[in-house]
């Protein structure tokens, strides 16, 4: 740890301080400007919902979030730690999941355990007693052999956000992370993000699912890169007098200009 993550950990543990801060955020590529200086704060423990139609911008804020990408214009600052300044602390405190960055469906479920453990950089006694105690937790004890590829799409899941979770990152991002699979399935899926955030881990999700809107602490609403609603679902749909947040969410995108 360099002295200046030394210094700065502490702070980032205070319980004042949002997990994630940002502040008039922005990214452009060349003339086009993808998010669009966003401001918010989201707190330990919180899940937090980040909605838009396709190409409003969600992903180039996440990955900016994520220390993947140098903002242009704001700030933000992920577990205490500046996004342009210490983009690699955030990436040790942070775990990340897409449909995208799976797991290795030509190793078992324990060999995908050990690998993504020695990733995220934990001793071989720690990676061991975490898959013991993940295996038990996800049911999948049985199946601790079993090649990943033939494992249904919902344990996959299941299993990627654990495997997420492995460093006991103080964020998880969530990117669409249901894709796919039935609404029960969902449903199981996101019992084990209430036990997440139950721990105190701050869960960061995008979803295309509005009901599962309805499952967030607050939710976010992103049209042209800019962030227009922002509260908890109840609230939303007070102040847009919609019924569902699917029509929130309708209301919103409706006068959308970058849709893809
Ligand atoms: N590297 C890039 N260069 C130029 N334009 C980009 C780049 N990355 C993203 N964009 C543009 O920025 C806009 C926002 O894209 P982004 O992927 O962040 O949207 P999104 O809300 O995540 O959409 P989706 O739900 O489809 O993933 C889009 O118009 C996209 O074409």
């Known amino acids: 740890m360099s002295q200046a993550e030394a210094t700065r950990a502490p702070v980032a543990g205070a319980a004042a301080l949002p997990v994630i ?11 086009f400007t993808a998010v669009d200086g966003i401001s918010f704060q989201v707190e330990a423990g919180e899940i937090f919902g980040f909605l838009g139609a396709n190409g409003a911008g969600k992903t180039t804020a996440m990955r900016m979030l994520c220390g993947l990408l140098t903002p242009t214009g704001g700030a933000a600052t992920v577990a205490g730690f500046d996004v342009r300044r210490e983009p690699e602390a955030i990436k040790r405190r942070i775990g990340y999941m897409s449909q995208k960055f799976s797991l290795y469906e030509d190793l078992t479920v324990r060999e995908n355990i050990r690998f993504y ?12 007693a975490k898959t013991g105690e993940l295996l038990g937790r996800l049911g999948l004890a049985t199946e601790r052999d079993t090649l990943v590829g033939s ?42 993000i209430y036990e997440t955030a139950a721990r105190g881990v ?11 809107a309805e499952y967030c602490d607050r939710v976010s609403i992103m049209v042209d890169g800019r962030l227009d ?20 969410f309708l209301h919103l995108a409706r006068g959308a200009k970058n849709r893809e």
Do not use: C
């Not at 801060?21 to 003339?31: D, I, Q, R």
């Not at 701050?202 to 599962?212: A, K, N, P, S």
């Not at 609603?229 to 929130?248: I, R």
């Open 202 to 212: 701050t869960v960061f999700i995008t979803t295309h699912y509005l009901d599962e």
């Open 151 to 192: 494992l249904p799409l919902g344990w996959k899941q299941k299993l990627a956000f654990s495997v997420a979770l492995l460093h006991d990152p103080a964020v998880v991002f969530l990117d669409e992370p249901t894709g796919g699979v039935d609404p029960i399935t969902r449903r199981q899926f996101w019992d084990l």
């Open 229 to 248: 609603a922002l509260g908890t679902p109840a609230g939303l749909k007070q102040q847009f007098g919609a019924a569902t947040m699917n029509d929130v």
């Open 117 to 128: 453990g020695g990733v995220y950089g934990l001793r071989t006694a720690a990676i061991r």
């Open 21 to 31: 801060w940002a502040e008039g955020l922005s990214k452009s590529f060349g003339a």
